[in-house]
């Protein structure tokens, strides 16, 4: 027995080798674009080299033992494959998944630094001039009573400039923390878009900009916080100002279908490149596109507070190139007991 066994051993080898490195090749192919496949590669391999040493051995020739192997080798091969397919689309999900996430940090990384350098310039500037402006204060070097009250002034915008980016960087903070719990209520989105809309008319009647509300009267109850949608709003309505042309028109209108209220804010600013459609919701990005300059304060974070904020209440906020300009969008749940639903315009 122990000499047939010595004897069989280098023709089943021999038999078998070649399809093992076949396999090994096949696996490094398939290491790249399928890890389903490879899975299935590694579960075929080596009962095709078993089958084919076996084959090697009894000289290719029907006997028994040979259609025994055979038979086992493809009840093992009914068992393993579809095992093997499962593990491969489970690893490859897994892969997947733990790619999304590594691309998601590294972009959040990326985002973070941007935002540290960002948020560094732009305080600097600021505390520079306040600095300079005091020493001149403090050493006599200004004295007029004219002179004097400017540079106050001065001082007190530099002051407000930095007071609102810091809030800024507390608001992102709180609204991409994940765990922002807010107490929701039935509130009336005409009267909060009338508030918005209020806040920025001294910006909206220096550049001669037009604020429409299409029949206000009929928009719905939503469910929502009140300090917080009025923050989103504020700064959707404060950028379609800022951002469309003189003489332009900044229309606003809303509804509800199917338990879900909508609020839309349409501007004349010109659309946004569809390369920089995709990371306007990016901390710290304030690419200018085909919008028109503008000047404003601010770190590049509102749109970012915005979609957490919206999160937060169950809602969302999206923005796309719309008509003349953009169309940003939010949706919030209605609030059913107070709902006065408007029509799809």
Not at 110 to 133: F, N, T, Y
Not at 172 to 187: D, I, Q
Not at 294 to 302: C, Q, T, W
Not at 325 to 339: K, M, N, P, Y
Request: aromatic share 4%.
């Amino acid at each position: 027995m122990l000499t047939e066994l010595l004897q069989a051993a280098p023709l089943a080898l021999l038999f078998s080798l070649p399809v093992a490195l076949l396999g090994g090749l096949l696996l490094v192919r398939l290491r790249r674009r399928s890890l389903t496949g490879t899975m299935v590669a590694l579960v075929l391999v080596p009962l095709l080299a078993a089958l084919v040493g076996v084959l090697g051995v009894s000289g290719f020739m029907y006997t028994p033992q040979l259609v025994g192997t055979v038979v086992v080798c493809l009840v093992v091969g009914a068992v393993t494959v579809p095992a093997g397919l499962l593990l491969g689309r489970k690893v490859a999900h897994e892969a997947m998944w733990q790619r999304e996430a590594l691309d998601a940090e590294r972009r959040s990384e990326e985002a973070r630094r941007r935002l540290v350098a960002g948020m560094s310039h732009d305080l600097r500037s600021p505390l520079a001039g306040i600095c300079g402006m005091a020493d001149a204060l403090i050493d006599g070097v200004v004295r007029d009573p004219a002179e004097v009250r400017d540079y106050l002034a001065r001082i007190r915008r530099e002051g407000t400039r930095m007071t609102v980016m810091v809030e800024d960087l507390f608001q992102l903070a709180r609204a991409t923390s994940g765990t922002l719990a807010l107490t929701l209520e039935p509130l009336s989105l005409a009267e909060m878009a009338s508030d918005a809309v209020a806040a920025e008319s001294v910006v909206a009647r220096h550049p001669a900009v037009v604020i429409e509300a299409v029949e206000p009267e009929s928009w719905p109850m939503v469910l929502a916080s009140d300090t917080d949608l009025t923050r989103v709003l504020r700064n959707v309505v404060s950028n379609a100002v800022r951002h469309t042309c003189a003489g332009g028109t900044v229309r606003l209108s809303a509804g509800a279908r199917g338990g879900v209220a909508w609020l839309r804010v349409d501007d004349e600013c010109g659309g946004i490149p569809d390369a920089d459609l995709p990371r306007i919701f990016d901390i710290g990005y304030r690419g200018s596109g085909a919008r028109t300059p503008s000047e404003h304060i601010g770190a590049g974070l509102g749109l970012s507070i915005a979609r957490g904020l919206m999160a937060a209440q169950g809602g969302e906020i999206t923005v796309d190139n719309y008509g003349k300009g953009c169309r940003a969008e939010i949706t919030l749940a209605v609030a059913v007991r107070f709902a006065r639903v408007g029509a799809e315009p």
